[in-house]
């Protein structure tokens, strides 16, 4: 009861502070005068694939609609992956050039932490605060909580996802084991694993479970427990100045599960697969992955065998905290033009509303930002008939809005440094409390030093 006062209580807390203007770093306010006529917006997105093409059709959507009637057009642009996207956001803000701003900018929830200090980036809270007609009570509060700082809205929730588990009912069967009752902690999840694999001679020819685990899925491993990666609330209540996890005890009760998991034989670490491709090929019986690739995972098993969906196993049978939310957030950039901040804003709107989310939730298995989603025909009779989107949307309900991927600045550095001394513990390299405090230094000195050269103290 006292944790959910306390989730109720943030969201609350969030949700007030939209109503009012942000105190953080916004855009330039020197902007031209209104211009007349026709907009023309650029879009820059991550999206590739058949994701590209579910993008392609809200825009069109949006141009044949709102922005018909408003004298609007967006041009969406994919720029490669979340990776090249922001090195040529970087490139862009470093060359202090507005014209060659994108209108709008999609960023994923790991790099909120620097879009957030871009001083040509309009927060979404000012925006949010002249425009009363946005029901922010309408938005997943997980999601809003994921791109705020410091109680103020960032950016806009898009395409947001929370990280699943996947398996192969037919190989569950093969076991004996019950396909209707997936693993529920990281101990079945071992037992499970060492279940279904299969060897011929020495050689695995099947694995039960395959991942190295790092800040992806520890963001929900540490989180579940009711703990935090870094200080100040994962770098959401203020800059993050060093991690926690450390003291905090979360790291070394999931570690302590995770040997036991990995020494009943069945689980494949440290090395680098394309469990997605293993999984699809029947060679792996289990995988966690974002629920944004159900749709891509469903299309590539085909009708080879049947596939279920789980929440995330718990490291303890009584964790509460549930999943972080990951995907990404839409951001407008001062480009010195009001008439094109304000139609960049329109589509921002547009792109949230029910209808828009469930485009987007059918064509991509992101799940919807926006709960009134919910209440349209369409997408219950969606639900009805495609039961495996439903797991997504149960475990996001199920889980607290203050359990979230930490806003830090360095999260390669941290995942390599979770990566390697996870790998050290469990492969008996060093104790548990040696891998630990490793695992602290490394990602405080990566930390210290980010902090040390942007003058963060």
Known sequence: MKKQMKTILTVAVLAMALAGCSSEPAANTSAKPKSTGPVSLTFWHAMGGSNEEVVKKMVQNFNETVGKEKGITI????????????????????????????????????????????????????????????????????????????????????????????????????????????????????????????????QVTQWGFSVTPDQYQLSSWIGMQGAYIGNNKNGRADYMTAVEYDTNGAMKRFLSEWKKAVDAGGIQTGTDVKADEEFAAGKLAMFVTSTAALKGTLAKVADKFEVGTAFLPKVNETDKGGVAVGGSALYIMNRGDKAASDAAWEFLKYGITPESQFVWHTGTGYFPVNTKTYDLPQMKEHLTKNPLFKTAIEQLHASSAETQEPMGPVSAEFSQAMREETLNYVQGKKNIDKAITDMANASNKALKDYNRANNIK
Do not use: C, H
């Open 75 to 202: 041009t969406p642009v994919f720029q490669g992956s979340y990776a090249d996207l922001l090195k040529k956001v970087k490139a862009a803000v470093q060359a202090k050039n507005e014209k060659d701003f994108p209108d709008i900018v999609q960023i994923p929830a790991s790099d909120t932490s620097y879009i957030k200090d871009v001083p040509a980036v309009i927060w979404a809270q000012d925006l949010l605060a002249k425009d009363p007609s946005f029901k922010v009570t309408d938005i997943e509060p997980n999601t809003l909580a994921g791109f705020s700082f410091k109680g103020k809205q960032v950016g806009i929730p898009f395409a947001n996802s929370t990280i699943l588990l996947y398996y192969n009912k037919n190989l569950f069967k093969e076991a004996g084991l019950d396909p209707t009752k997936p693993p529920q902690t990281i101990d079945e999840l071992g037992k499970y694993a060492a279940q279904m694999s299969k060897k011929s001679g020495s």
